[in-house]
């Protein structure tokens, strides 16, 4: 995922109450970590694979995984935001809810004030 794309799923999940954040696990690699209530961390495409999966951690140790989606190299924008909110993470491998969970209170956008100003002026 590029690193426009990510900021963009990260802050459509942030206005639907997902407590989404940019995941930067290296050079030009980026994606998306959420934070579950229970101190778990899903980390979604920074391997630089096509499809979509996620590793689920708990202080740096792999405690359950999301495989990958079928098709979901192919995904838009709205397909990963409805992904990302419809996995159930209670599982070591987790699985994709029914139906999307009804959104909660939006969260603020992560970088407030200076965010255009760190990220060089990238954002569109």
Do not use: C
């Not at 794309?5 to 970590?33: I, T, W, Y």
């Not at 989606?69 to 419809?86: K, L, T």
């Amino acid at each position: 995922m590029d690193e426009n794309r990510a900021q963009r799923v990260v802050d459509k999940l942030r206005a639907r109450g997902v407590p989404a954040h940019m995941e930067r696990s290296g050079v030009n690699q980026f994606g998306v970590r959420v934070s579950l209530p229970d101190g778990r961390e899903a980390i979604w495409d920074t391997d630089g694979t096509a499809g979509l999966e996620a590793q689920v951690m708990r202080d740096g140790v792999l405690v359950g995984y999301v495989p990958e989606i079928a098709g979901s190299e192919n995904f838009d924008e709205p397909q990963v935001i409805d992904a990302i909110e419809r996995t159930d993470y209670n599982r070591p491998v987790a699985t994709r809810r029914s139906a999307t969970p009804p959104p909660a209170p939006p969260l603020p956008p992560e970088g407030g004030f200076f965010r255009r100003m760190f990220g060089g002026f990238r954002e569109r």
